[in-house]
């Protein structure tokens, strides 16, 4: 059947109406949120001139890992109305934030913190990738590194060391404009000070940089700004949970048992905030190092297995996706250029992108509700 694009309004005489449309459109339920299309909205602009038929379907994110089955089942439902000679279907996304987010990030929609309970789990390679896993859909990604100690987010992004983000000054308010690597707007405190030198701290000036770049940077419109946050539990934490309206929480871990404790010290985190009045909810757990695989293909957990699926079991939320142990993932995030984008073909890629889709997926179930 052959695709049209229509810009003529609703012919009044046609053999197949809007109405007939809608109706075969009505069958297709949303996964996550267990509603039609059409009761949810998604479907928009539809026209139609003689046989000819055309609509959008607006998702609620471009990385909806559905996306190509949901316009798989539409193409079939409604070419299959008598009277259809021809169809047209547009896929969009307008990107959601959980309504009770307010939006203090100018132009931000979703900001998403990457927690971890120790260090050493991949916490900067799980942020670095899920970023470009999100960018490489359409969605517009801003990437900030907050592990103020230890800013790897610049070398794994493959940033020249000199290279700085530009500023001004705007009726006495100072403006920040982020890097861009691989379509994911950046910034990091590695850009602003010398590799080589310590930052020795005390807790208040980590806070006011941890201030300067929520109020500061320029972002623009992002769909999703990725938080690589510092191991642990402490002030850079506490400071933006107490300052950006976040979205939600993603928190990195290992297979091993032992790694539970971490994880739960690092969930408990977020709860005790909750208490506070300050909401961050769990938005799901990834596990990095979950096994590797021998060139014949043997799957070896090295680390133990299950630590992830127990930690998600523990909060109640799902588990994100399991990353394997594979070398190419590291060497690529030393050499500048992460594995997602040096090989996109790879199966460490795929696993990211669609811990990336089950992400977002999330992220517009809460949007929903």
């Avoid at 998604?42 to 609620?60: M, P, S």
């Avoid at 994911?184 to 020795?200: C, E, Q, R, Y």
């Amino acid at each position: 059947m052959s695709e049209q694009t229509l810009d003529q309004p609703i012919a009044s005489d046609a053999a197949v109406t809007e109405a007939d449309v809608l109706k075969a459109l009505s069958n297709i339920i949303d996964p996550d949120l267990h509603r039609d299309i059409v009761t949810l909205g998604f479907v928009k602009k539809v026209r139609i001139c003689g046989g000819n038929v055309a609509f959008d379907i607006e998702l609620t994110t471009p990385a909806c890992p559905v996306k190509d089955q949901m316009k798989a089942q539409a193409e079939e439902l409604v070419s299959a109305l008598p009277g259809v000679t021809g169809l047209s279907i547009g896929m969009t996304a307008q990107t959601r934030r959980p309504p009770e987010i307010k939006n203090l990030i100018p132009g931000v929609k979703n900001a998403i913190a990457v927690a971890s309970g120790k260090g050493g789990v991949g916490k900067s390679t799980t942020s670095v990738n899920l970023a470009l896993a999100l960018a490489q859909t359409g969605a517009r990604v801003g990437l900030m590194d907050a592990d103020i100690y230890g800013p790897s987010i610049p070398i794994m992004m493959g940033i020249p060391e000199g290279i700085q983000p530009e500023g001004s000054e705007e009726n006495g308010v100072q403006r920040i404009y982020p890097l861009e690597q691989y379509g994911v707007a950046l910034i990091s405190i590695g850009f602003l000070t010398d590799k080589n030198s310590p930052i020795v701290w005390r807790g208040p000036m980590v806070g006011k940089m941890i201030q300067t770049f929520l109020g500061s940077v320029v972002w623009g419109e992002l769909d999703y700004l990725i938080i690589d946050l510092p191991p642990g539990t402490g002030d850079i934490q506490l400071t933006l949970m107490q300052n950006a309206p976040l979205t939600g929480a993603v928190i990195v871990t290992t297979p091993e048992s032992v790694a539970l404790e971490d994880v739960t010290r690092a969930g408990n985190m977020f709860s005790k905030m909750a208490q506070a009045g300050i909401n961050v909810p769990l938005l799901g757990i990834v596990e990095n190092m979950s096994w590797y695989e021998t060139p014949d293909g043997e799957k070896i957990p090295l680390f133990g297995s299950g630590g992830g699926q127990r930690a998600a079991d523990f909060f109640k939320v799902p588990l994100l996706g399991q990353v394997p142990r594979v070398m190419d993932i590291t060497t690529a995030g030393d050499s500048g250029k992460p594995v997602i984008a040096a090989q996109p073909e790879s199966e460490p890629a795929q696993v990211y992108r669609d811990i990336a889709g089950n992400l977002a997926r999330r992220i517009s179930t809460l949007s929903m509700q």
